[in-house]
């Protein structure tokens, strides 16, 4: 958040934080963009950068809860015409098992024939590197019962692995309230029941109108310290609601 000019925004793509300082009364963030090492020097910063937070971790913030629940490989691709194959039994989520394949299938996008296939693995045994394309291609077929002679063709545009936790960050600020944590930085949860992205809209509208009011002088900085008080509580009971649906759905 920079206060120094009100009338313009600047957002950064494809950009990578790589260094954070900090004093009182101001912060230097450095960043990578295009090979290039820019700073951005302001009052306040909002860390939104995900579970494995860079800056959560540069401020040595711990995150307290359930260790790695399980480990998944998505698959994210397109299948022309799946969707109207799926139809007589239509569903955003698809949970699949059988002797050859255990996955959950993801309608990202039906009506634009955009999946993903959620794939348990373990590491260490198993890492990105043991699944070909080809493999992935193999096992999402018979997730879908399909042989690869079928009319629907598998595109697969990426895939990645993620680490399922049910934690919460020690504290949601440093210790000169001017770093704080918001949405998966500050809690991670399970996704049965859709919390993440929930509660993390509710950080943000939570913290910003205080910063405004702040930086506006029409409240004192001891309004930011309400922000944890409000919010952590909340992310306790997601933390619950989550671990609990997940629980169900292993049964």
């Given at each position: 958040?920079?206060?120094?000019?009100k009338d313009i925004s600047?957002i950064?793509?494809?950009?990578?934080?790589?260094n954070?300082?900090?004093?009182?009364n101001?912060?230097?963030?450095?960043?990578?963009?295009?090979?290039?090492i820019n700073?951005?020097?302001c009052?306040?910063?909002?860390?939104?950068?995900?579970s494995?937070?860079f800056?959560?971790?540069?401020?040595?913030?711990?995150m307290?809860?359930n260790?790695?629940l399980?480990?998944?490989?998505n698959?994210?691709?397109t299948?022309?015409?799946?969707?109207?194959?799926l139809n007589?039994?239509?569903?955003?989520?698809?949970f699949?098992?059988?002797e050859?394949?255990?996955a959950?299938f993801?309608?990202?996008?039906?009506?634009?024939?955009?999946?993903?296939?959620?794939?348990?693995?373990f590491?260490p045994?198993?890492s990105?590197?043991?699944?070909?394309?080809?493999?992935?291609?193999?096992?999402?077929?018979?997730?879908?019962?399909?042989?690869p002679?079928?009319?629907?063709?598998?595109?697969?545009?990426?895939?990645?692995?993620?680490?399922?936790y049910?934690?919460?960050a020690?504290?949601y600020?440093?210790?000169?309230?001017?770093?704080f944590?918001?949405?998966d930085?500050?809690?991670?949860?399970p996704?049965?029941g859709?919390?993440?992205?929930n509660s993390?809209?509710q950080d943000?509208?939570?913290?910003t109108w205080k910063l405004?009011n702040?930086?506006n002088n029409?409240?004192?900085k001891?309004?930011?310290?309400?922000?944890e008080?409000?919010?952590?509580?909340?992310?306790?009971?997601?933390?619950?609601?989550?671990?609990?649906?997940?629980?169900k759905?292993?049964?």
């Open positions: 958040v920079n206060n120094s000019n600047t950064c793509y494809e950009s990578e934080v790589m954070i300082s900090n004093t009182v101001e912060t230097i963030l450095s960043y990578k963009n295009n090979d290039n700073q951005i020097k009052k306040y910063v909002i860390a939104c950068d995900g494995n937070s800056i959560r971790n540069s401020l040595n913030i711990k307290i809860g260790k790695a399980q480990t998944l490989l698959v994210y691709f299948c022309k015409g799946l969707n109207s194959h007589p039994r239509p569903a955003m989520l698809y699949v098992f059988n050859t394949m255990v959950v993801v309608g990202h996008d039906p009506m634009k024939d955009e999946w993903v296939c959620q794939i348990p693995i590491p045994f198993q990105l590197q043991d699944y070909s394309n080809e493999k992935l291609l193999s096992m999402i077929r018979a997730g879908l019962g399909i042989t002679n079928h009319n629907l063709h598998i595109n697969i545009l990426s895939t990645n692995i993620w680490t399922m049910a934690q919460i020690e504290k600020s440093n210790k000169d309230i001017n770093i944590l918001a949405g930085s500050a809690h991670r949860f996704p049965a859709g919390f993440g992205m993390g809209i943000s509208y939570n913290l405004a702040v930086l029409k409240s004192g001891s309004l930011l310290l309400s922000y008080q409000e919010r952590r509580g909340i992310a306790e009971t997601y933390t619950r609601l989550s671990l609990a649906n997940y629980n759905s292993t049964k």
